[in-house]
């Protein structure tokens, strides 16, 4: 039986800022941030926003009332509760069957990855249910440190069931987790704790590790291959891994797969940092941007600090273009407002608090984070 992603949606907040802006605020060469760090904007969520209504938003472009959902999994490191699962929050807000199992996968940016293969699984067992599986995250390092560039806010639905429209999960994956002091986030801290440099170490030697093991475990080498998609913490970051396949293969090869990847990371430049939902927007903008085939086989890698890192290969289906909604993902990006740098200052410096509320009048998306009534958060749609 193919099981793999029927169907994609995607949700960044309406707001955003320039990065040029913010590397002259930062008395940053801009070239840093454009060329070094690779982005051009970066998503800002508002005050009423978080994983629950992000999550919300991606996944309502893509339910309808025949899917038959047995699971939702939300992968998410920037959850807002420590009991409650962003997946319990939903069931409501986007009308789910009752009869379904509901919870959260945390393991930084590999969450969203290990919610697909969880899917995958489920629907191996029950084929004629299907799977939500939901990264949603808010990317948060601080004003004025080195991560702040490399931020973003956004979410990814995807629907797990067999004979997938959009993508076939190929059975052929490799994972390894380690022990990893590289990023993390404390529960009492709303921003991450980063060792930028050793980071970027990481996960490129999580890339080549695997690499060898998927090589010798599926007698595969990089030309079996037109595209390799990779977690996008900042546009840049994918390249240092790619680059490390140079010498195995010949120039046109290497040409074509940084051509694909390019594509994929046309969407994160505009975005920013989706944490676990990033390697999912880049295979949104390499399907959208790309010149993707029917039968074409993608290397997919997954990498969450800490660290888990998974490669597997999908293969792309041939009523993909009609499935996937381009031009509602492309409205996304487009339909946003830029704001300035202390606009968005003032946005990070204030969350919403225990006995805060919020008014319809000041919402501008379907689905909004409501009130905060004895340190409950209560959520709220909007009939648009
Ligand atoms: N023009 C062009 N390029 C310039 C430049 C200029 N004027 N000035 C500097 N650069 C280049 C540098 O040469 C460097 O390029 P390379 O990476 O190719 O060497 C690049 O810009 C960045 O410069 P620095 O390394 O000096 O930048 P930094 O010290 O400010 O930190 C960072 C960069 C480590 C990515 C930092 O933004 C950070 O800590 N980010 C958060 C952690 C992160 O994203 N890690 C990624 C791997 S972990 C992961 O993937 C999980 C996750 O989602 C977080």
């Known amino acids: ?57 991606a996944a309502d472009q893509i339910i309808s009332d025949d899917d038959n959902i047995g699971l939702v999994i939300v992968g998410t490191e920037s959850s807002v509760d420590e009991s409650k699962a962003v997946a319990a929050f939903l069931t409501d807000l986007l009308n789910l069957p009752k009869n379904i199992r509901a919870f959260e996968i945390k393991e930084a940016c590999y969450g969203a990855t290990a919610g697909l293969k969880m899917a995958e699984g489920y629907v191996a067992l029950n084929p004629d249910k299907k799977a939500l599986v939901i990264a949603s ?57 980063a060792r930028g440099k050793f980071s970027n170490q990481v996960y490129v030697e999580f890339f080549s590790e695997l690499w060898k093991k998927y090589q010798t475990d599926f007698n ?63 295979l949104i903008s390499y399907l959208i941007n790309g010149d993707p085939k029917p039968g074409e086989k993608i290397l997919m890698f997954s990498y969450g600090s ?27 990006l487009n339909n946003r407002e830029k704001i300035s740098i202390s606009e968005y200052e003032n ?18 998306d379907k689905f909004y984070l409501r009130e905060i009534k004895e340190s409950e958060r209560l959520y709220k749609k909007i009939k648009l």
Do not use: C
């Open 1 to 57: 039986m193919d099981i793999g992603i029927d169907k994609i949606g995607f949700y960044t907040p309406k707001k955003y800022i320039d990065i040029v802006e913010l590397a002259k605020a930062r008395n940053v060469d801009p070239d840093k941030f454009t060329i070094g760090i690779g982005q051009s904007k970066q998503s800002v969520p508002m005050q009423y926003q978080d994983s629950v209504t992000m999550a919300a938003e």
């Open 137 to 193: 995250d808010i990317a948060r390092y601080g004003i004025n440190t080195p991560g702040e560039v490399t931020q973003g806010a956004g979410s990814v639905a995807m629907m797990v069931s067999q004979n997938p429209r959009i993508l076939k999960f190929d059975h052929e994956e490799v994972y390894m987790t380690k022990n990893v002091g590289d990023f993390w986030r404390p529960t009492f801290s709303k921003t991450a704790f």
């Open 220 to 282: 595969q080498t990089v030309n079996n291959f037109d595209t390799m998609l990779f977690h996008i913490p900042y546009t840049k970051m994918g390249m240092k891994a790619l680059k490390t396949l140079k010498d195995e293969t010949d120039l046109d090869k290497f040409a074509e797969l940084s051509e694909h990847y390019q594509a994929s990371i046309k969407m994160s430049r505009e975005v920013g940092n989706l944490y676990t939902g990033s390697l999912y927007l880049g």
């Open 306 to 332: 800490g660290a888990v890192g998974e490669l597997y290969s999908v293969t792309i289906q041939p009523e993909f273009r009609r499935i996937l909604d381009s031009e509602k993902i492309k409205k996304v």
């Open 347 to 364: 946005i990070f410096a204030k969350d919403l608090q225990n006995g805060d509320s919020i008014n319809d009048s000041d919402v501008f």
